[in-house]
């Protein structure tokens, strides 16, 4: 609002002006305030050394701006197909809406998000939860059954290298050192189904149909475990056909104990590889280096259990490859053969 004070230039302007309009003109450029006065009139009141700021606060204490002059004319801003509803008459017409009128209209539900969506954050399993508990979960449960079995350790240990009697043991197990080797088990399943995900995400690199990286660890999980599951069966059955029933107990616990320590060496690399980055190339030398370590010991056990007193090297080697190297890589294989099925092909 435009306020001009009743001064000589005021009165040269209002001179200016045609004389139908000066009445007009004249309410539209003088403003009285409340007390009667013109600003001038008002700030010639106060003193003279009165600050900037105190003349402000007289002008807006005595005068209130007022619209005035409104045009009557119609609102051509509207379409002319629209109708104005009662609810819309005590808005600004920028705020209606064309399908206000609409039964169908509910401005109140959300329909969608405004700007261009970024680009989605990269799955790290360093910030998952769940994985980051499990792996916590298998270290605290590792070092207090650890802590309750070390002496059990230690003579599994040396009873490894050493056999007495007709390949017969003096140790047994007790149902606590039995459960403690079942868990180290499943943490070696874990570990490997933790290696393979992580193979399928940084060499392959491809889009899955699965939506969860949970279910895709769950599958390689079930996998590992059916592995372990069906290598056992298939040794019973066939060491009961050629072995004596004390040969086979003792090649049984060879087999939970180098399977345990295959978990226990396979902990820190999936620690380093999670948490540290190490690069997936370092991670598949060192995985290869402690498989290829455990089947070393597994064939010198089958050596010293099953072929010990007859010498059959042949015979040894054959068995071995037979019952441990072709379901190793049976289960590569079916690895890679889940993993093509899940492919999105487009």
């Keep these: 609002m435009k306020v001009f004070q009743a001064d ?25 305030g409340a007390n009667g006065l013109t600003p001038k009139q008002t700030l010639q009141l106060l003193p003279k050394d009165a600050t900037p700021a105190q003349q402000d606060s007289a002008i807006q204490a005595n005068f209130k701006p007022v619209r005035e002059h409104l045009s009557d004319r119609p609102d051509t801003l509207r379409l002319p197909f629209d109708s104005v509803s009662a609810v819309a008459k005590d808005r600004p017409f920028y705020e209606e809406s064309f399908f206000e009128t609409d039964s169908m209209y509910h401005p109140e539900l959300s329909g969608g998000r405004f700007g261009v969506a970024g680009d989605p954050v990269p799955y790290s399993m360093r910030n998952d939860n769940v994985i980051t508990g499990l792996l916590l979960a298998c270290f605290i449960l590792g070092i207090i059954a650890f802590s309750s079995s070390r002496d059990f350790i230690l003579r599994q240990a040396k009873s490894f290298f050493r056999v007495k009697h007709g390949n ?3 140790e047994s197990e007790t149902t606590s050192e039995f459960r403690f080797q079942l868990f180290l088990v499943f943490m070696t399943c874990l570990l490997l189904s933790l290696l393979a995900f992580f193979y399928t995400e940084e060499v392959i690199n491809e889009p899955l149909i699965l939506k969860s990286h949970y279910l895709l660890v769950a599958i ?47 902990f820190p690399i999936v620690i380093l590889l999670i948490y540290f980055n190490l690069s997936m190339n370092t991670v598949l030398i060192c995985t290869a280096i402690v498989v290829f370590l455990i089947k070393i010991l597994s064939f010198y056990k089958c050596h010293v259990t099953f072929f010990r007193q007859n010498d059959f090297i042949l015979q040894n080697f054959l068995y071995f490859c037979t019952l441990e190297i072709m379901p190793l890589f049976m289960l590569l294989g079916s690895v890679l053969m889940i993993v093509n099925n899940l492919k999105i092909n487009y």
């Design 8 to 32: 000589t230039t005021h009165q040269v302007q209002q001179s200016a002006l045609p004389a139908t309009t000066t009445e007009s003109q004249e309410e539209y450029y003088v403003s009285i």
């Design 220 to 266: 390689f999980l079930a996998l590992s475990i059916a592995y372990f599951v069906v290598k056992a069966l298939i040794y019973t059955f066939v060491n009961n056909v050629f072995f004596d029933p004390q040969s086979n107990s003792t090649w049984l616990r060879s087999q939970l104990f180098v399977t345990s320590v295959e978990g226990v060496l396979l």
């Design 168 to 170: 017969t043991t003096s």
